[in-house]
C-alpha cells in the first residue's frame, strides 16, 4: 500500500455529489501542502483544490470554485474533497498529493507535489 491512497471515487449523475478520501501514511503530515489533482482522457493534470499546511488557508482552481470544499483532520492524517453540483466535465482521474511549500506557500502546481496517490475515478453522466 502506498504513502497515500484515495477512495471514494465512482459513478453519478450531473448534479450529484462524491466525498474523496486521502488516506496518508506520511511522515510529517501536517506540515506538507497537501492537494487534489485530476486528470481527464488526453489532458494535462489539473489541480483542484489546495490545503495549505498549516493556517487553513485552502486554494481552488477557478472550475470548482462554490462547488468543491477541501479539507484535512491532521490528526487522522486524512485530506477529504466533497464535492458538489458535478458536471460531466469534472470526469477524471482524481489523484491526492503531498509536497512541500514554495516560498512559504501552497500552490496548485502539479510540479511542487512529490508523494502521489494510485487515483480514483470519478465519472459524471449528463
Known amino acids: 500500500q502506498g504513502l497515500l491512497v484515495e477512495s471514494g471515487g465512482g459513478t453519478v449523475q450531473a448534479g450529484g455529489s462524491l466525498r474523496l478520501s486521502c488516506a496518508s501514511s506520511l511522515y510529517n503530515y501536517s506540515s506538507r501542502c497537501m492537494g487534489w489533482f485530476r486528470q481527464a482522457p488526453g489532458k494535462e493534470r489539473e489541480g483542484v483544490a489546495v490545503w495549505s499546511r498549516g493556517g487553513g488557508v485552502t486554494l481552488y482552481v477557478g472550475s470548482v470554485e462554490g462547488r468543491f470544499t477541501i479539507s484535512r483532520d491532521n490528526a487522522k492524517n486524512a485530506l477529504y474533497l466533497q464535492m458538489n453540483s458535478l458536471k460531466p466535465e469534472d470526469t477524471a482521474t482524481y489523484y491526492c498529493?503531498?509536497?512541500?511549500?514554495?516560498?512559504?506557500?501552497?500552490?496548485?502546481?502539479?510540479?511542487?507535489?512529490?508523494?502521489w496517490g494510485q487515483g480514483t475515478q470519478v465519472t459524471v453522466s449528463s
Open positions: 498529493a503531498a509536497g512541500l511549500a514554495v516560498r512559504g506557500q501552497c500552490h496548485l502546481a502539479s510540479i511542487e507535489y512529490n508523494v
